[in-house]
């Protein structure tokens, strides 16, 4: 990148930082004097479909965990087999 082109773009994102922070400034002070604070953060995440996950139980995750042990136990043995087979193919 030719270096007035870079110093040209360096200068702009300075200005416009410069600009965002002051508008930062602003907006607090607006929210101040209206008297909201991260509630608007709230509705705005509520508004656009974001939701909090939902816990679950102990029991829930021990089903889960047990279950996937067993897949993985499975997925070890059949690769295991796998291995045994293919020495067992160079052998004979």
Do not use: C, F, P, Y
């Not at 200068?11 to 400034?25: G, P, T, V, W």
């Not at 907006?27 to 909090?52: E, H, M, N, P, Y």
């Amino acid at each position: 990148m030719d270096a007035k082109v870079r110093s040209n773009l360096t200068k702009a994102l300075r200005d416009l930082e410069a600009e965002r922070m002051n508008l930062d400034r602003q907006i607090a002070a607006v929210r101040a004097v209206l008297g909201t604070t991260d509630s608007l953060k709230v509705k705005r995440a509520a508004k656009a479909g974001v939701t909090r996950r939902r816990g679950m139980s102990a029991k829930a995750r021990k089903l889960i965990s047990t279950r996937m042990k067993a897949v993985w136990a499975k997925r070890r043995a059949e690769k295991k087999a796998a291995a045994a087979a293919k020495v067992e193919s160079k052998r004979g």
